[in-house]
């Protein structure tokens, strides 16, 4: 099973985390998104997905795009450990939860948005920080009345095992650190990523432990 994947990419970051926590063996396929690089603009790579867009899993004679897609997929090949509750109302609930992030937060720190404001609208950093830190601080206000109910042990965004939920906030909590947001009035989502990252799924998954990523400066 190979991973195609960008150090830094929330999407990717989900990918690396369920296939950790389903202690699947992979094989990690750097793609640099950055410039001048820009892997996911070849031909080999827009073979895989057209979209140019990391995570794609390669499983044999199946390739899947889409970090969510990537993650129902594991989750229904590999049931175990699960990232879903047994019964359909709280899966709709844990799915909620991570579309929420994916599709509401995320698509707007999208590294090609981000690039965007820079080159066409001329923004810069601060502004930029700005634009990501409005939409990430009004997606985590209502996750954090979310999880004050979901949460059953205060260390997991849905009761009190890993889900979809938790695979998909990591990230978006690395995402917000990264582009320096306040996190102060999020105290409930802080304390259930710390947890989260404790664990050798997550923590393995974190780009600073992919192979290629810049190292902190001694």
Same mark, same amino acid.
């Given at each position: 099973? *190979? ?13 690396? &985390?369920?296939?950790?926590? *389903?202690?699947?063996?992979?094989? /990690? ?7 001048? =690089? ?38 229904? =090949? ?22 929420? &992030? ?19 609208? *001329? ?18 206000? /209502? ?19 890993? @889900? ?11 995402? /917000? ?14 304390? &259930? ?15 600073? /432990? ?6 902190? @400066?001694?």
């Amino acid at each position: 099973m *190979k991973l195609y994947h960008y150090f830094r990419s929330s999407a990717s970051y989900r990918a690396r &985390i369920a296939l950790n926590f *389903k202690g699947i063996d992979w094989e /990690a396929v750097p793609v640099d998104l950055r410039a001048p =690089a820009s892997a996911q603009r070849t031909p080999e790579f827009l073979a895989l997905n057209p979209l140019g867009l990391v995570p794609v899993l390669v499983d044999g004679d199946n390739t899947i795009t889409q970090s969510l897609a990537i993650v129902e997929y594991l989750e229904e =090949a590999y049931p175990q450990p699960p990232l879903l509750p047994h019964s359909p109302a709280e899966r709709a609930q844990v799915r909620a939860l991570a579309l929420a &992030i994916a599709c509401d937060i995320h698509p707007l720190g999208n590294l090609r948005v981000l690039n965007y404001l820079r080159s066409a609208l *001329k923004a810069d950093e601060d502004a930029v920080n700005a634009w990501l830190g409005q939409w990430i601080a009004r997606g985590f206000r /209502a996750l954090e009345l979310d999880v004050q109910r979901s949460s059953g042990d205060g260390r997991h965004m849905f009761g009190a095992a890993v @889900t979809l939920a938790d695979v998909c906030m990591v990230p978006q909590m690395y995402n /917000a650190r990264r582009y320096h947001c306040d996190l102060t009035p999020f105290p409930t989502l802080r304390a &259930i990523c710390a947890h989260l990252e404790t664990l050798s799924a997550f923590a393995l998954a974190a780009p600073e /432990a992919q192979p290629g990523a810049p190292r902190p @400066t001694p």
